[in-house]
Every structure is written in structure tokens, then in C-alpha cells.
């Protein structure tokens, strides 16, 4: 699987999103990250498994610490693959506004009295 399918394929999870946003505060331990989740440690170490493998995090270890830490320039590819869509979508909605600027410089149609 290419980097940015595995990286799709990480965020597609509410869960690991959660994890990735709260990893934006800085490095927190595993059992840190866990607390917030209705799930086991086990479970937890899945979605961060499936995270390093993306390569959005890493993991070290500090003795009895495993600080995780967000790697976040793993997210440019992520960035670069939807910049050729906000492109196209920035197009449509420059076309849209100038439709819209268009038809309210055009005057009213003049209503007339029917007997």
C-alpha cells in the first residue's frame, strides 16, 4: 500500500483522529492518550500501531515513559493530494461569484399592470 492510502487509511478513524489532535498539544504517553477512550490499552495500541505505520506518529521509550509524538510533515502528502481539488473547487466558486455579481447588476424586470 502506497504512504498515502496507509495515510488515508489512518484518519479514517474517529479514534485516531482524536489521538492525532490531541498529540497537537505535545508528547503524551500512552496511557495519557488512552484515558479519554472507553477502550483497553490493547485497543488503543492498535490505532497507534496503524498511526506509526502511516507514519503520523512515532513512539519512543524513556525508561518506563513511551512518549508518543505527532509527526505532522507526513501530513503534506495529505495537503498536496487535496490542493488539486481545493483548486478546482477555488475555480467554481470564483466562477460562482461572478455569476452572482452578474445578475444583481442587471435591473429589475419592470412588472406590468394587468386589467
Excluded at 23 to 29: A, I, K, N, P, R
Excluded at 57 to 70: N, V
Amino acid at each position: 500500500m502506497d504512504r498515502l492510502s496507509e495515510t488515508f487509511q489512518a484518519l479514517a478513524d474517529p479514534t485516531r483522529r482524536a489521538i492525532l489532535a490531541r498529540l497537537t498539544l505535545g508528547e503524551v504517553s500512552v496511557n495519557e492518550l488512552a484515558e479519554p477512550f472507553e477502550m483497553s490499552l490493547p485497543a488503543v495500541s492498535k490505532h497507534l500501531k496503524v498511526l506509526e505505520r502511516a507514519g503520523l506518529i512515532s513512539r519512543s521509550r524513556d525508561a518506563q515513559y513511551r512518549p508518543c509524538k505527532l509527526e505532522a510533515q507526513n501530513l503534506k502528502s495529505v495537503d498536496a493530494w487535496l490542493d488539486e481539488y481545493r483548486r478546482f473547487w477555488e475555480l467554481r466558486f470564483d466562477r460562482l461569484d461572478a455569476y452572482l455579481q452578474k445578475i444583481q447588476r442587471k435591473p429589475p424586470a419592470r412588472k406590468t399592470k394587468g386589467k
